[in-house]
């Protein structure tokens, strides 16, 4: 199983990104799908996070701004970001629960994806 991210790069104040990320592999089953950040110095934080069912919840620095959708038949998340700040500024990771059938038992396990850097310039 591979978490594939993309869409970081370099932003004004104020612009816009869009993340994404694919899973892909032996899955049998996505529980949660969301993005981390880790800024330098700091510790990685949970930004957005999805159940398969649609609920959401964001960290309060985003919300407003941040809307995470999902598509369950690509196993795709996405992470629109709007008004951007500087403090957004981290290395965003992607992040999924998922479900692998082994010998007909199911077995769940964390998956990350590689970062991606998203810079938002002052």
């Known amino acids: 199983v591979q978490l594939q991210a993309s869409g970081g790069g370099l932003v004004q104040a104020g612009g816009s990104l869009r993340l994404s990320c694919a899973a892909s592999?032996?899955?049998?089953?996505?529980?949660?799908m969301g993005w981390y950040r880790q800024a330098p110095g700091r510790q990685r934080e949970l930004v957005a996070a999805?159940?398969?069912?649609?609920?959401?919840n964001y960290t309060d620095s985003v919300k407003g701004r941040f809307t995470l959708s999902r598509d369950n038949a690509k196993n795709m998340v996405y992470l629109q970001m709007n008004s951007l700040k500087p403090d957004d500024t981290a290395v965003y990771y992607c992040?999924?629960?998922?479900?692998?059938?082994?010998?007909?038992?199911?077995?769940?396990?964390?998956?990350w994806g590689q970062g991606t850097q998203v810079t938002v310039s002052s």
């Open positions: 992040n999924a629960r998922i479900g692998t059938k082994t010998s007909g038992h199911l077995f769940w396990y964390n998956y």
């Open positions: 592999g032996s899955i049998f089953s996505i529980n949660v």
């Open positions: 999805i159940k398969s069912g649609g609920s959401t």
